[in-house]
């Protein structure tokens, strides 16, 4: 199975930096995503990391350890339309799914 | 775009009704699932399909089946509603390629 953390909860002022991390403990590991959902509203796919390393996507980015089970979004020049939960999600190996972290719920303040 | 649609937004029904929610994907995606998400509880895959015919159970399948009659559409069935099922319904498409999933707009079911 699977075992997703995040934070429930984090706080920053717009045009800062936050950092959103992720660890997990899986049996199978093909990959993980990060979706960001705003409230009421569907989630929508942000990235995907399958390899070690940072992938940068505008004022997103995000990056894997997979030896550390590890992965951590990286949003820059925060803006308040940056306020939603932020899902990690691990893609299984076997099966054409992901499990969902609980995700972390942000707040940007001017 | 990829565009998953869900046939209500909002549904009220009664304790012992039969729900049928139906989700349909217009991108020719494999993969279709059943989501249910409440508050701190997160995203919880009910089930989910590969193929047409084809299902799996999740991670909360109790209480609920599902149909999966032709590619493109995934229908969720709640045979005898109970309040504990008052909850908001994601269901989402991928392709076997990436995995990636798209969602469509959800469906806030209320159980009287």
């Known amino acids: 199975g699977q075992n997703i953390d995040q934070p429930t909860e984090m706080t920053a002022t717009e045009g800062a930096i936050v950092q959103i991390n992720c660890t997990y403990q899986t049996s199978g590991f093909n990959g993980l995503f990060w979706y960001q959902q705003h409230a009421g509203e569907a989630p929508t796919f942000l990235s995907y990391n399958v390899l070690d390393g940072l992938e940068e996507k505008g004022r997103f980015s995000s990056f894997l350890s997979r030896s550390k089970g590890y992965s951590y979004l990286l949003l820059k020049e925060l803006q308040m339309k940056d306020s939603a939960s932020y899902l990690c999600a691990v893609r299984d190996l076997y099966a054409g799914k992901s499990t969902f972290g609980d995700g972390t719920t942000l707040t940007v303040k001017p | 775009d990829v565009k998953v649609t869900q046939s209500s937004r909002y549904l009220v029904k009664r304790t012992g009704e039969k729900v049928f929610l139906e989700c349909v994907q217009d991108?020719?995606?494999?993969?279709m699932f059943w989501y249910r998400q409440d508050p701190g509880l997160g995203l919880r895959l009910i089930y989910f399909s590969y193929d047409v015919k084809m299902k799996e159970k999740g991670d909360i399948p109790e209480g609920y089946s599902v149909s999966r009659e032709k590619k493109e559409r995934f229908s969720l069935i709640l045979e005898s509603a109970s309040t504990n099922q008052t909850s908001m319904y994601l269901c989402?498409?991928?392709?076997?390629?990436?995995?990636?999933?798209?969602f469509g707009p959800g469906t806030r079911l209320t159980v009287l």
């Open positions: 989402a498409s991928s392709s076997t390629d990436t995995d990636t999933q798209y």
């Open positions: 991108m020719d995606h494999e993969n």
